[in-house]
């Protein structure tokens, strides 16, 4: 199986790929459009701010590239934010896959949310064998607002979707690669779509 990370300068790559390698696959980590289109599966992660990281897609093309990919793609905490219409950080226009916008928590929380919180209402083959309730760990200051695309929910000072699905592609606002044994199971659920 070819999965392919894209590279765009947006950090967390390390811990992607040993998650990956602890589950039998090797990754190549590219931004060559011929290498992502040829992938299985593609990764879109993101560690970072959302205007930057925009600007970077934008730079190499792959803000185009990526809403017409026809194989799963998995959007991971700002991959995820990006892949959604807008978002407040940076007052960036996204990329429109999901149809939401990303918000910041409010100061009536402690921001950002970082560490174990649980995911429940689940929906999506990505979640099978994941019991409800099931803590992942997050690191985040923004999170995107409820839609028809939400499938999974996380309570943070306000109920938002820490999970979305449209069509091939699949966002979690959660680090599937940190959240131990069942993070490694939606990452293999998703190696499995």
Avoid at 17 to 34: C, H, I, M
Wanted: net charge negative.
């Amino acid at each position: 199986m070819k999965l392919v990370i894209i590279d765009y300068g947006a950090g967390n790559i390390k811990s992607i790929q040993f998650a990956f390698k602890r589950l039998g696959y090797d990754t190549l980590l590219s931004n060559d459009p011929e290498e992502i289109k040829a992938a299985d599966k593609v990764i879109f992660p993101g560690v970072g701010e959302a205007s930057s990281a925009m600007e970077m897609l934008k730079e190499s093309g792959l803000d185009k590239l990526i809403p017409n990919l026809k194989q799963p793609v998995l959007g991971i905490c700002l991959g995820m934010q990006l892949m959604c219409l807008h978002t407040e950080e940076g007052n960036t226009i996204g990329l429109g896959i999901f149809q939401t916008n990303v918000k910041r928590f409010s100061d009536d929380v402690k921001v950002p949310q970082m560490g174990w919180n649980v995911i429940k209402d689940l929906k999506s083959d990505l979640f099978k064998d994941i019991k409800e309730s099931e803590y992942m760990y997050l690191v985040h200051s923004y999170y995107a607002e409820h839609c028809n695309e939400t499938i999974a929910k996380t309570d943070y000072g306000i109920n938002y979707a820490s999970a979305l699905q449209h069509e091939n592609f699949y966002g979690t606002q959660f680090h599937p690669e940190k959240s131990g044994s069942k993070g490694a199971k939606i990452l293999e659920n998703f190696l499995n779509l």
